[in-house]
């Protein structure tokens, strides 16, 4: 009895240490977190574009990387938490997708590489102290989006417009930040910039009404709060027949009139490859911060949106210039 017991033991205590071996082997898979502020199309094609960036370069989520996602819903306090788990995780580089989410990182870790990606300003949002050589454990891709042209294509669809609303949240630096470079256009194409801020999205309908007859057009920086939102300022903006032209082309896909912006699932991918360099050097945490700030600076990145159904429903046509290079969208797509 006392042998035959032994010999349980013994093959419990050998499959036990085999259990272990596999686990041990396990632990070669790479760990990569990802935060997601916000569940709205930018942010979503950020994501993917740097997943299957990473798959073009070997990195398979399930075979040799195991990919942890989480999204903070649009909540900003939901990132700290978010952090902490990304972190306790093991995680061998994080994505950090949008200001709040880097942000809550940057106070969480020193010791993990992290990348941000769908970030206006990150050196005037205090996450980083350079884009050029970004030091420390942070670097990441820019979504500084091309606020110039987009002012120009407001004009060119409405030559007679003379008062533009530049709407943005208030607690956003990177809108902030956008809103100088969009007012310092429209003052040098001769119209008047009239400032609009909200304090969250229940200010929306009336921000909008607010501005009914005393502009001919509201423009909204690649703000994250009126991203999430884009069908309640779409819906306010047609009812009230104000034109909206957005920072982004998804959130001309959610309502907005018409855009000329970046394309979000190409600057994930640039994010991709920043993290397979990270991934494949001798010290990850040292080469991290030596990496610049990647910026879509070519016009070829970017893309001409018109919502054809708000085009419609608020009574403008668009120029033919505009239409016959135009990716044309539906809100009911």
Do not use: H, R
């Amino acid at each position: 009895m006392k042998k035959a017991l032994s010999l349980i033991l013994a093959v419990l205590l050998i499959a036990s240490l085999a259990a272990c071996g596999n686990d041990n082997s396990g632990d070669d898979t790479i760990k990569i977190g990802i935060m997601q502020f916000g569940e709205f199309d930018a942010l979503i094609n950020a994501k993917n574009g740097f997943v299957d960036g990473l798959k073009e370069a070997g990195y398979v989520d399930g075979d040799n990387i195991t990919i942890n996602y989480l999204s903070a819903a649009a909540d900003t306090a939901n990132c700290p938490s978010i952090a902490d788990t990304l972190i306790n995780d093991g995680s061998d580089l994080i994505l950090a997708i949008a200001t709040p989410s880097v942000s809550a990182l940057k106070e969480k870790t020193t010791t993990i590489p992290v990348l941000f990606t769908a970030v206006t300003d990150p050196v005037a949002s205090g996450i980083i102290p350079d884009a050029t050589t970004p030091g420390g454990n942070i670097s990441g891709s820019s979504d500084l989006n091309p606020v110039k042209e987009q002012i120009d294509l407001i004009k060119q669809i409405l030559p007679q417009s003379k008062t533009i609303a530049v709407m943005y949240c208030s607690s956003e630096s990177n809108s902030a930040a956008q809103y100088e470079l969009a007012k310092a256009q429209i003052e040098a194409l001769g119209m008047t910039c009239v400032q609009k801020t909200i304090a969250d999205v229940s200010e929306i309908k009336s921000a909008v009404e607010s501005l009914q007859g005393a502009v001919d057009a509201i423009y909204i920086p690649t703000d994250n709060t009126l991203a999430d939102a884009m069908t309640t300022v779409a819906a306010a903006a047609i009812e009230c027949k104000i034109p909206v032209v957005p920072g982004e082309p998804g959130m001309v896909k959610n309502g907005g009139l018409a855009t000329f912006g970046i394309d979000y699932y190409s600057l994930g991918k640039q994010t991709a490859e920043m993290a397979v360099k990270v991934l494949e050097s001798e010290d990850p945490l040292k080469t991290v911060g030596t990496l610049p700030v990647v910026y879509q600076t070519d016009a070829s990145d970017c893309e001409t949106a018109i919502n054809t159904d708000t085009a419609a429903a608020i009574g403008i046509t668009i120029p033919d210039e505009v239409m016959n290079i135009a990716v044309k969208y539906t809100t009911q797509q």
